[in-house]
């Protein structure tokens, strides 16, 4: 049997420090996700366009839940300026049951007033 994890940590990286703190910022007003984390700068060596690139880059990791990942894809799609931007879900397979009730809480959608 499979089972789908309930929660997830989502990454990204951008090519600035301001850009990454957008990126964050953006979902957790949007409660796509709990909290999200910069951590930079970061060098990135990858193949790009039939050549390979080194660039400095900042991560960015989201804590959410699968349920909020949809959303959170398009909102980052949306909101990134990369052309093919890195959107990676890594599932949490174990945690703090307080924290994760945390990330639960706060990722909840909010009822319109």
Do not use: N
């Amino acid at each position: 049997m499979t089972t789908t994890p309930a929660w997830l940590t989502v990454l990204t990286t951008t090519d600035s420090e301001a850009k990454a703190r957008s990126l964050a910022q953006g979902a957790v007003e949007a409660r796509l996700v709990a909290c999200a984390q910069i951590s930079a700068p970061v060098t990135s060596v990858y193949r790009w366009q039939h050549a390979i690139e080194s660039t400095e880059e900042w991560q960015v990791l989201f804590r959410t839940t699968a349920e909020r990942y949809d959303e959170l894809e398009a909102h980052l799609l949306a909101a990134h300026d990369y052309e093919t931007p890195e959107i990676i879900a890594i599932p949490v397979v174990r945690g703090s049951a307080r924290y994760l009730d945390w990330v639960a809480a706060e990722t909840a959608p909010v009822a319109p007033l």
